[in-house]
């Protein structure tokens, strides 16, 4: 696979995420577009996300001292340009021929943070390599599932650190998949040449033989799932810092801070694994009064404008993550897509703040946020 990505040119008409999305769904088989665009069950999280944003309210601010403002943060060591980061997505090359590969570069071109998937469909070396060395990039972090075999996960790890990348981002909330419908109506399948690559070889699932009463999921599968005793044998088998990404409830965000975990990701898995669980931005406030800064707090989930990317400052979050809106983008256009994703955020977010008075993130506090009663 070559380093350098295809270039083309955006279609027509798209200036927004939404447009990204109606464009994409013109290019996309019914097969990729389940995968990508569907959540679980009813797909009532997956709504909720979006419309939990749009329900938060920003307060305007007038006559402030704007000048020499900007995006910047910290966020574990790394300088970035501005909160955004491309959440990890599987299965790039099924939107676009370059997959993760363009998405590196693009985030590298913008600054942004990228946290490549497990299941990416570009080799974890090959991403890496194609962008350390890029000046101005964001942070490099791998995502994690942890597999049922212990000496394979050990060795994955080996790689991503060997490789370079800074982070390891542990997924935590989906020990199985949800019930996504939209994939089972589309008899969803990984397309020829799609797959896993960073898993290959990996020794198979140890066969189980079911008896009478026993449950396939919770008999089978889930004899594998991760639990606080896995996140402690990999923090002593890494010297990279742990992001726990899928943490929705208060009690085990402090159980994850007291066990020294580097940051949370207020997650829902994009509405992909439980259906019916809280919104994304109703539980961000939640966690940071529980954690009371102790560590910080990213969010996913339904971010479709940088009017988005400022409420979740102003809950408590030191940065975002975005999935969907640039596999879209990556689907219209590969790099130059995700690229162009990126910037309207980045260009919306500046724009909010100019017009709520704040000229760092720091301002961003939740007394941006309009409040009914006038407190």
Same mark, same amino acid.
């Given at each position: 696979?070559?380093?350098?990505?295809?270039l083309a040119?955006?279609p027509?008409?798209?200036?927004?995420?939404?447009?990204?999305? %109606?464009?994409?769904?013109?290019?996309?088989?019914?097969n990729?577009?389940?995968?990508?665009s569907?959540?679980?069950?009813?797909e009532i999280?997956l709504?909720?996300?979006?419309?939990a944003w749009?329900?938060?309210?920003?307060?305007?601010?007038v006559?402030?001292?704007?000048?020499g403002?900007?995006? !910047?943060?910290?966020l574990l060591?790394?300088?970035?340009q501005?909160?955004?980061?491309?959440?990890p997505?599987?299965y790039?090359?099924?939107?676009?021929?370059?997959?993760e590969?363009?998405?590196?570069?693009?985030a590298?071109?913008?600054?942004a943070?990228?946290v490549?998937?497990?299941?990416?469909? $570009?080799?974890l070396?090959?991403?890496?390599?194609?962008v350390?060395?890029?000046?101005g990039?964001?942070?490099?972090?791998?995502?994690?599932?942890?597999?049922h075999?212990?000496?394979?996960?050990?060795?994955? $790890?080996?790689?991503?650190?060997h490789?370079?990348?800074?982070?390891?981002?542990?997924?935590?909330?989906?020990p199985?998949?949800?019930?996504?419908d939209?994939?089972?109506?589309?008899?969803?399948?990984?397309?020829?040449?799609v797959s896993?690559?960073?898993l290959?070889?990996m020794?198979?699932?140890?066969?189980?033989s079911?008896?009478?009463? %026993?449950?396939?999921?919770?008999?089978g599968?889930?004899?594998?799932a991760?639990?606080?005793?896995?996140?402690?044998?990999? %923090?002593? $088998?890494?010297?990279?810092?742990?992001v726990l990404?899928?943490?929705?409830?208060?009690?085990?965000?402090k159980?994850?801070? %007291?066990?020294g975990?580097?940051?949370?990701?207020?997650?829902?898995?994009?509405g992909?694994?439980l259906?019916?669980?809280p919104?994304?931005?109703?539980?961000?406030? !939640?966690?940071?009064?529980?954690?009371?800064?102790?560590?910080?707090l990213l969010?996913?989930?339904?971010?479709?404008?940088g009017?988005?990317?400022?409420?979740?400052v102003?809950?408590g979050?030191?940065a975002?993550l975005?999935? !969907?809106?640039?596999?879209?983008?990556?689907?219209? +256009?590969?790099?130059?897509?995700?690229?162009?994703?990126? !910037?309207?955020?980045?260009?919306?977010?500046?724009?909010a703040?100019a017009?709520?008075?704040? +000229?760092?993130l720091?301002?961003?506090?939740?007394?941006i946020?309009?409040?009914?009663?006038?407190?």
């Amino acid at each position: 696979m070559s380093q350098a990505p295809q270039l083309a040119t955006l279609p027509s008409g798209v200036v927004t995420l939404a447009d990204h999305e %109606q464009h994409a769904r013109s290019v996309m088989d019914d097969n990729a577009w389940a995968y990508f665009s569907g959540g679980a069950g009813d797909e009532i999280t997956l709504r909720a996300n979006r419309s939990a944003w749009d329900a938060l309210q920003l307060q305007p601010r007038v006559l402030r001292s704007l000048a020499g403002g900007h995006t !910047r943060t910290h966020l574990l060591g790394h300088a970035l340009q501005h909160p955004i980061l491309l959440a990890p997505v599987a299965y790039q090359r099924m939107a676009h021929p370059d997959g993760e590969l363009a998405c590196a570069h693009a985030a590298a071109a913008l600054g942004a943070g990228m946290v490549l998937s497990t299941q990416a469909s $570009v080799a974890l070396e090959v991403v890496a390599e194609a962008v350390l060395d890029e000046p101005g990039r964001g942070p490099l972090w791998f995502q994690l599932y942890l597999q049922h075999d212990r000496g394979f996960t050990r060795e994955l $790890v080996a790689r991503a650190e060997h490789a370079g990348y800074e982070a390891l981002v542990l997924t935590v909330d989906a020990p199985t998949h949800g019930a996504r419908d939209r994939e089972r109506r589309a008899g969803f399948r990984l397309p020829a040449g799609v797959s896993a690559v960073n898993l290959s070889g990996m020794p198979p699932v140890p066969a189980l033989s079911l008896q009478q009463h %026993q449950s396939a999921l919770f008999d089978g599968l889930l004899r594998h799932a991760a639990t606080w005793e896995e996140l402690e044998w990999l %923090q002593g $088998v890494t010297r990279l810092p742990i992001v726990l990404k899928g943490v929705m409830h208060t009690g085990d965000a402090k159980e994850a801070a %007291q066990r020294g975990v580097a940051a949370l990701v207020v997650s829902n898995h994009g509405g992909r694994t439980l259906d019916t669980s809280p919104a994304t931005a109703a539980a961000l406030p !939640r966690m940071a009064d529980a954690l009371q800064g102790t560590l910080p707090l990213l969010v996913d989930g339904g971010i479709r404008r940088g009017t988005d990317v400022l409420k979740a400052v102003a809950l408590g979050a030191t940065a975002v993550l975005v999935g !969907r809106p640039y596999v879209y983008g990556l689907a219209n +256009a590969g790099a130059v897509g995700v690229a162009h994703v990126l !910037r309207l955020l980045r260009d919306e977010l500046e724009i909010a703040m100019a017009l709520c008075g704040c +000229a760092t993130l720091a301002d961003a506090t939740d007394a941006i946020l309009w409040r009914a009663d006038g407190a």
